[in-house]
């Protein structure tokens, strides 16, 4: 089989890193210690060595990539008797990280830590986006090498073995690194933000919560698209008694047993995004250096908080789907969400966000995008209020939507045509049978 | 004359220095060696290896007398020391020769003088070579080895004299197989000499001054050996010391204090095994940076002096005195000295040490006592020899195999076994700890069977309630 190269961490904090040049080409011999590749970041430029002796195999990775994830599979090196017909059937060991973890005895303990089994709202990744710079921190990822005490002691210590580079044989994590490391390191991973000249407070001041993968996905993923994503905010008020009303109708005309159903606001508002993403294609779409890419199916992903953190389930073909369809399904993913129980599929590569906070009696709000999409929905409380209609004061219930919007690949009209034609589907809800 | 630069110098062909000496050549250095005696060192040819080889020939004669529990007659049994003797020398000669072998297939250019630091030369170091008070070489390099080993302690008042009084060179090569032996030290190297020459029929009397034998290892092991011992009719005498040894024309008077009462005992021979000191004196460390502690030059966890570019390994260098300590070492400088990558000091909790008394002692890591001392949470597996169906068939029931883990993390922290060829088990569990496998993977390994081994297997399901045969 060949020997997999990969991704260096220049650092304990290195999460990702552009690969520059290949100095080796396909077909060269190298040696342990050649140098064959060079790897930057935005601190240092580094030269990667060959561990093994061998032939190159396959450049996986070319020169000139950018945000190549640690620990990624850069190239294939062809051993000593091997010829090119290795590389054919070859799969990387990427998921192998799965199995191998799952055969700790500890996995139930351990799940959520283990990678492809919860990945949060934030890492939702449609498959364009593997090429490009928002390269997501794969939830599945590769095989991380690290000796059982390690495994363990880092499950214990609630370390994320993803982010911490071994000092053992071949890069293997052993005890030593994960005795040294401490849970709020791998947090900073971020890079961009470090905490200078904070003094930590005094032990028994404060409790420490290790953090979950899931957590420090949501931190790397959230602050990166905070710091990274121009965005600009739009609101509208809604006035949604008609909505109330039919919703109290179809509600009270739900047969029992089969076909039964309890509609949420939430669910017409999904309908109402799905139908308002048909009328404005444009505002369900991605953002890459190239191109920007409009997804042509409408897949909304609903914002669901969960005890470990929060998770985007998604209901796909929204635009496609029943009133009744869409609350049962979202019903069925966020029981499942809550429980740690979702596929990956189920929650990675959604196109646009809900996300509503309107059960809390909040207002309104501006959530952050969540890559690569371009567009979230903050959906606030439907509050009865004094409005004025054809010039007469009245009593009316109105609910406040934000969308935030990425101004790389949505501009502010055509945001405002997204929020117009869902406002409009709002007030006038016989649209959402069309 | 020869080339006289080299890229390193190694001062002793010890199993320390020789293999540095190797490794280096194989990174490429341009190496010189310096051994003023044998290539092998105390080792190969006053210790580990010739010691082997008595007791092999005692372990033999035992079985032999014991041929009926087997079903066998051997009648007239019995064994000429000389030949026993002759044949431990061949055995280390053999080997030393293959040392020659190795240094010269790897280049290695080899002096035979002693060797003494002679201050430096630019960046380098300068080395004199001198054999009997001659000036051979005057050699540079830029890193040096100090590799010069250890020798036994004398003790004040028991001078060895090469007939009464034995020090382990003596007791290598005996003119005879003393009626009343007396061991003073139940070290390795003590209670091995007691083994042999109890085996072939020595009454033997081994005085420890703390309160149990083989004081290194596990309490546990300690009173299991000393029971076998004692049983099998040697006599063992602990927190006791050998005042004072009065030398007669064939036999010697020693004076035992134990508990404050002293009491006068005739015995034919001595031998002292009250420890080792390092080889420090005559190697030019007067007047260095490098400093010399108890007779041991004190290093760095890289094994570097006090003085750039010379470093120290082996015994000189401090506990435990092992040979496969001082190879290890060696090769760490040796690569430390290359540049290679990626190095890690020796974590010293997972060097082995084997004891070839009968039965044999074999054990890595902590003892239960200093996993307590450190603090730790232990859960504390064992295995006797009577469960095992191979140690039966082998007519070797006599042994225990004793596991500790961290309670909290499930590490191996360390392993002491007693019995027949645990020394040759031993290393099971030294990979184990090396890999870092927690008592998960050493449950799910499938140990094969009827073997030994299969005990090392049990005492870690011991350690977590889960023992099947016992």
Known sequence: MPIEILMPALSPTMTEGNLATWSVSEGDTV????????????KATMEVEAVDEGTIGKIVVPAGTSAVAVNSVIALLLEEGEDASALEGYTSSNGGADSSASNDAKTEEASDVEPGKSAPAASNAPKPAASTTSAPVSPSGERVFASPLARRIATDKGLDLKAISGTGPHGRIVKRDVENAKPSAASASGGAVATPGFALPESGSVTEIPNSTMRKVIATRLQEAKQTIPHFYLSVDCRIDALLDMRKTLNAAAPEGDGAYKLSVNDLIIKAVAKGLVEV?????MWTDEAIHQFNTVDISVAVATPSGLITPIIRHADHKGLAAISNEIKELAGRAKDGKLMPEEYTGGGFTISNLGMFGVKDFAAIINPPQSCILAVGAGEQQPIVVDGQLAVGTVMTCTLSVDHRSVDGAVGAQFLAAFKRIIENPALLAL | MADTNFDLIVVGGGPGGYVAAIRAAQLKMNVALVEANHLGGICLNWGC?????LLRSSEIYHNMQHAKNYGLTADGVGYDLKAIVDRSRKVSAQLNGGVGHLLKKNKVTVFDGYAKLDGQAGDKRKVHVEKDGKKLADLTAKNVILATGARARVLPGMEPDGKLIWYYKDALVPDTVPERLLVIGSGAIGIEFASFFHTLGSKTTVVEMVDRIVPAEDAEISAFLQKSLAKDGMEIITSAGVKEIKQGKTTVKASIEVKGKVEEREFDRVIVAAGIVGNVENIGLEGTKIKVDRTHIVTNEWLETGEPGVY????????????HKASHEG????EKIAGTKGLHPMVKDRIP????CRPQIASVGLTEAEAKDRGLKIKVGRFPFQGNGKAIALGEPEGLIKVIFD???GELLGAHMIGAE???????????????????????????HPTLSEMMHESVLDAFGRVIHF
């Not at chain 1, 210690?33 to 060079?38: F, L, M, P, S, Y």
């Not at chain 1, 294609?281 to 779409?285: C, D, F, I, S, V």
């Not at chain 2, 290896?49 to 080889?53: L, R, V």
């Not at chain 2, 090769?331 to 040796?334: G, R, T, W, Y």
Request: with cysteine; charged share 20%.
């Open chain 2, 331 to 334: 090769v760490l400088v040796a």
């Open chain 2, 407 to 409: 309670d909290k993390t």
């Open chain 2, 49 to 53: 290896i010739p010691t082997k080889a």
């Open chain 1, 31 to 42: 040696s342990a210690g050649d140098v064959i590749a060079e790897i930057e970041t935005d």
């Open chain 2, 353 to 356: 040490g084997c004891t070839y």
């Open chain 1, 281 to 285: 294609p444009a505002a369900n779409a």
């Open chain 2, 312 to 323: 120290a390994i082996g015994d000189v260098a401090g506990a435990p005195w092992l040979a």
């Open chain 2, 422 to 448: 645990v020394t040759e088990l031993i290393q099971g569990y030294g990979i184990a700890m090396e890999l870092e496998t927690t008592e998960a993977e050493l449950m799910h390994t499938v140990f094969a």
